[in-house]
């Protein structure tokens, strides 16, 4: 039979986002256990005592509103990922801009309606800054850019970038909340194959989520693709570059917080999320005696 344990972990896990799972997802999230879905199918059981089910969704023992919660985040999600659809369609005209995902808790459609649309962006090499820039000024343009320190509906946030030279992620970040993060992206465009090389790049998200890999290959004929971009001038974008660099720099030191901010990674949100978090979850499993 499947662990227990390891169903329990991922069920605590997925309920500090009031985020109850389904089979399939309780199988492509379980925590440090592989196995396979055909196997997962037969062996799965529904001990009493230590969670339920209603709907088709599981959840902690005394948790039932966070279904209510989960239908109601479904229907206002599904709104903003058509909104992001159309919006990283134009934004891919962007030759530079090589793979764009939606993250956070919209990529797993929930959700809620104050909430904003996080985009992670890979661009190719040594153009993350004009790249950030062009699509800053595209999103003006077309009205959805988020501004600094508001929480507004539907509009976008550039969550993250990262230049294809540094695609695998840093030691201090290898954890259960950035895997989290990286299996749950959902893939909106791509270039170049460049999602399956960022997976390829984070093979260490299966110490963590040791099935989320073999989910993902699932879904990603779905993504939107394209080839490579027409041929630029490549010393006229590193001039550009730095250019753009000095600019953002220049605006952004009077509102630098926690950010990570170099020229291989432009991360908007906080750590300290992602601290509270993990921190929750282990006291979380003290509790329930894991």
């Known amino acids: 039979m ?27 999230f379980l925590i ?6 055909a196997s997962f199918e037969k062996m799965f059981k529904f001990p009493p005592g230590r969670w339920e089910r209603k709907y088709g969704y599981y959840f902690l023992l005394g948790r039932e509103e966070i279904v209510r919660k989960r239908i109601q985040r479904k229907e206002i999600s599904q ?30 459609e929930n959700s809620d309606e104050k909430d904003d649309i996080d985009l992670f962006v890979i661009t190719s090499k040594n153009t993350l800054w004009i790249t950030r820039l062009l699509l800053v000024v595209f999103l003006i343009i077309m009205g ?17 970038l990262i230049d294809e030279k540094a695609l695998t992620f840093e030691k201090s970040r290898q954890d259960l909340y950035t895997a989290h993060e990286i299996a749950q992206l959902k893939p909106i465009f791509d270039r170049n194959n460049t999602y399956s090389k960022f997976l390829s790049a984070n093979k260490w998200v299966v110490k963590f989520l040791p099935n989320s890999v073999e989910g993902i290959k699932n879904h990603e004929s ?8 027409l041929f630029v001038f490549h010393y006229s974008l590193f001039i550009l570059n730095k250019f753009a660099k000095f600019l ?16 291989k990674m432009l991360a908007f ?13 282990n006291k979380r499993l003290n509790k329930y005696e894991i």
């Open 222 to 229: 779905r993504i939107m693709q394209k080839e490579k971009p």
């Open 79 to 108: 709104e903003k990922i058509n909104i992001a659809k159309k919006i990283v369609k134009k934004l891919s005209v962007i030759p530079t801009v090589l793979f764009i995902g939606i993250s956070g808790g919209l990529a797993l």
């Open 248 to 263: 953002q720099l220049l605006y952004m030191r009077e509102h630098r917080a926690n950010e990570t901010i170099n020229d």
């Open 269 to 281: 949100h906080p750590f300290e999320y992602k601290d509270y978090v993990l921190k929750e979850y």
């Open 144 to 160: 959805q850019y988020r501004g600094r320190g508001k929480k507004e509906s539907q509009k976008i946030c550039l969550n993250m």
């Open 32 to 37: 440090g256990a592989k196995i396979g879905r």
């Open 2 to 28: 499947v662990s227990n344990s390891a169903i329990l972990k991922t069920l605590i896990y997925s309920d500090i986002f009031a985020y109850p799972l389904t089979k399939e997802e309780i199988w492509k």
